[in-house]
């Protein structure tokens, strides 16, 4: 069955503690890709990797890190999480192509207080 | 850079009921455009994927156009079901990441 796992599925931390959620997909796509989403902001890239020891920033990477050592995972890393990092945070993974079609993660709700 | 627009923000009709939800967007140099099912709390379900040579797209009760030259979708339901309640986002991608809009909140009312 085809799948992409994150986790955790929730967390709560406080500012500053340094946190990783993963990523891990099934399925051997090379492109993987992080999205965070707020309410009235829909849904923003920040980070994707189109293969291993390939990323590139999408259009919110401040405070966000990450790494694509194999091909199957691609952690979300913040450093010195801040309150404005609170969001609902999705992986999401494809065949890179023309009829790339995207699955995502259940999701991470993260809350930084 | 993209920008995704979706028609109306919300909607609320009784059961039974043929809709139609849009999405327009900015660039038209796109491969492909994707309909997801967003849960409350829970991730994104694909519901159809449009390849940029195609004008549409059916999957049961679903249809989805593209007019990709006037950066519109049309995502279509018929007959509508309480279990069709969720929001649905339109996704194009021109490659390296998809872009989104916020979504139409269904509501189906028994």
């Known amino acids: 069955e085809a799948q992409v796992t994150q986790n955790p599925r929730y967390l709560i931390t406080v500012t500053g503690k340094k946190l990783t959620v993963t990523c891990s997909q099934n399925?051997?796509?090379?492109?993987m890709s992080w999205y965070r989403q707020d309410p009235g902001l829909g849904l923003r890239q920040i980070y994707y990797?189109?293969?291993?020891?390939?990323?590139d920033k999408g259009d919110v990477p401040e405070g966000y890190k990450v790494s694509r050592k194999e091909k199957r995972n691609f952690p979300l890393i913040l450093e010195s999480p801040s309150p404005n990092q609170t969001s609902l945070y999705f992986c999401?993974?494809?065949?890179?192509?023309?009829?790339?079609?995207?699955?995502f993660g259940q999701g991470t709700r993260l809350t930084v207080v | 850079k993209q920008e995704v627009t979706q028609i109306p923000a919300a909607l609320s009709v009784p059961e039974g009921e043929n809709l139609v939800l849009n999405c327009s967007f900015t660039?038209?140099?796109?491969?492909?455009l994707q309909w997801f099912r967003q849960d409350p709390g829970k991730g994104l379900t694909s519901l159809l994927l449009?390849?940029?040579?195609?004008r549409e797209q059916t999957s049961g009760r679903l249809n989805a156009s593209l007019d990709k030259s006037s950066g519109r979708s049309t995502l279509y339901i018929a007959a509508s079901q309480p279990g069709d309640s969720a929001t649905y986002l339109c996704?194009?991608?021109?490659?390296?990441?998809?872009?989104f809009g916020t979504g139409t909140s269904l509501t189906v009312i028994p």
């Open positions: 999401a993974t494809a065949y890179e192509g023309a009829s790339t079609e995207a699955f």
């Open positions: 399925m051997n796509h090379e492109y």
């Open positions: 990797s189109m293969n291993v020891e390939v990323t």
């Open positions: 660039d038209s140099a796109i491969y492909n």
């Open positions: 449009i390849q940029s040579s195609q």
């Open positions: 996704a194009p991608y021109p490659g390296g990441q998809f872009y």
